[in-house]
């Protein structure tokens, strides 16, 4: 009975003992959040605090636009400092010695509101952002990133070989701007197609590569697996179910967009060429073809709000006044 009295109180303790996740909303409303939850957790808010130190750890997290995945990402995060928190604690007196505040921010305040500006009593200056490709370039603009030129030089001596040799190389420029490396690429994003098995074998055509015989050792399997081939499977399983639906797509917020520029830089079309001018523009009867034969068809599957709507498409190509990257609208 001593036992389990003991027991108890051990784990009362050590629930009281982790730091409390405060969520906070606009119209000025605060609840805990996950409490006493280490897994299993979706409670989400606007922004959250944990700790009561009195060092600031301040963390901008993207996506707060509607749809709260930038909320869901910011519960991870609060998690995630908790334990930071706790293990940071003063061994003398057991009280937090860091404050975390979690910040869901939008796209745009990722990409532009200054930060650390000394002469701005209002100015944050985040302890870690959550960045994406595109706001990191956006960053480096303004002067907020260092390069790391000094640091893979050092690598290089120490290590007698290139730091970058490790990079895949899907990512190899993604954070090489003006000819400086200004970042290292931990993680890669990618994206996943899934086919049908069933409905290959069915209408007996082939797997799409590796599995599909596309290819031989004299000629590689891109040459004849490519959007054109995409399309075709597309339109034959459209023909035979033509009740059900021959393509779908899943993702948030622009992955739409990213799979539109997926397929226009196969076709070998930058965004913003070398002249840092714009490509699409510049490669316009180019880009109008691709919008025919491949994103229609592909996106017309799903309805007709999916695919860019051919007279605003129409007239930003045919637009014939040069328009400057930093001109481009802003999200």
């Given at each position: 009975?001593?036992?389990?009295?003991?027991?108890?109180?051990?784990?009362?303790?050590?629930?009281?003992?982790?730091?409390?996740i405060?969520?906070?909303?606009?119209?000025?409303?605060?609840i805990?959040?996950?409490?006493?939850?280490?897994?299993?957790?979706?409670?989400?808010?606007?922004?959250?605090?944990?700790?009561?130190?009195?060092?600031?750890?301040?963390?901008?997290?993207?996506?707060?636009?509607?749809?709260?995945?930038?909320?869901?990402?910011?519960?991870?995060?609060?998690?995630?400092?908790?334990?930071?928190?706790?293990?940071?604690?003063?061994?003398?007196?057991?009280k937090?010695?860091?404050?975390?505040?979690?910040?869901?921010?939008?796209?745009?305040?990722?990409?532009?509101?200054?930060?650390?500006?000394e002469?701005?009593?209002?100015?944050?200056?985040?302890?870690?952002?959550?960045?994406?490709?595109?706001?990191?370039?956006?960053?480096?603009?303004?002067?907020?990133?260092?390069?790391?030129?000094?640091?893979f030089?050092?690598?290089?001596?120490?290590?007698?070989?290139?730091?970058?040799?490790?990079?895949?190389?899907?990512v190899?420029?993604?954070?090489?701007?003006?000819?400086?490396?200004?970042?290292?690429?931990?993680?890669?994003?990618?994206?996943?197609?899934?086919?049908?098995?069933t409905?290959?074998?069915?209408?007996?055509?082939?797997?799409?590569?590796?599995?599909?015989?596309?290819?031989?050792?004299?000629?590689?399997?891109?040459?004849?697996?490519?959007?054109?081939s995409?399309?075709?499977?597309?339109?034959?399983?459209?023909?035979?179910?033509p009740?059900?639906?021959?393509?779908?797509?899943?993702?948030?917020?622009?992955?739409?967009?990213?799979?539109?520029?997926?397929?226009?830089?196969?076709?070998?079309?930058?965004?913003?060429?070398?002249?840092?001018?714009?490509?699409?523009?510049?490669n316009?009867?180019?880009?109008?073809?691709?919008?025919?034969?491949?994103?229609?068809?592909?996106?017309?599957?799903?309805?007709?709000?999916?695919?860019?709507?051919?007279?605003?498409?129409?007239?930003?190509?045919?637009?014939?006044?040069?328009?400057?990257?930093?001109?481009?609208?802003?999200m």
């Amino acid at each position: 009975m001593l036992y389990l009295l003991i027991l108890f109180l051990l784990i009362a303790q050590t629930s009281a003992d982790i730091p409390i996740i405060y969520g906070h909303f606009k119209n000025g409303t605060t609840i805990e959040i996950c409490h006493n939850k280490e897994v299993g957790c979706t409670d989400v808010a606007e922004s959250y605090t944990v700790g009561e130190g009195s060092e600031e750890f301040l963390i901008w997290t993207p996506f707060g636009e509607p749809g709260r995945a930038g909320e869901h990402v910011g519960n991870i995060l609060a998690r995630a400092l908790r334990n930071i928190i706790y293990e940071t604690r003063d061994k003398n007196t057991n009280k937090d010695t860091i404050k975390g505040r979690i910040v869901v921010k939008s796209w745009s305040d990722m990409a532009y509101t200054p930060i650390c500006k000394e002469d701005d009593p209002n100015s944050e200056c985040p302890t870690i952002m959550i960045l994406g490709t595109t706001q990191f370039a956006y960053r480096y603009k303004l002067g907020d990133i260092k390069v790391l030129d000094s640091y893979f030089d050092k690598y290089l001596s120490d290590m007698h070989e290139p730091l970058t040799d490790s990079f895949l190389k899907q990512v190899y420029y993604d954070y090489n701007i003006d000819s400086h490396f200004v970042a290292v690429p931990l993680v890669l994003d990618i994206r996943l197609l899934y086919f049908n098995r069933t409905t290959f074998d069915r209408m007996n055509l082939p797997y799409p590569p590796p599995y599909g015989n596309w290819g031989d050792y004299s000629e590689p399997y891109y040459n004849k697996w490519n959007w054109d081939s995409f399309v075709n499977c597309i339109n034959k399983i459209k023909q035979q179910f033509p009740n059900n639906t021959a393509f779908s797509f899943t993702g948030q917020y622009d992955e739409e967009m990213k799979l539109f520029h997926m397929i226009i830089r196969n076709y070998f079309i930058e965004t913003i060429d070398e002249n840092k001018t714009c490509g699409y523009l510049n490669n316009k009867d180019a880009v109008l073809k691709i919008i025919e034969n491949i994103i229609k068809p592909i996106f017309s599957q799903l309805g007709d709000d999916w695919y860019p709507n051919n007279k605003e498409t129409l007239a930003f190509l045919n637009n014939d006044k040069y328009i400057a990257p930093e001109e481009l609208p802003k999200m």
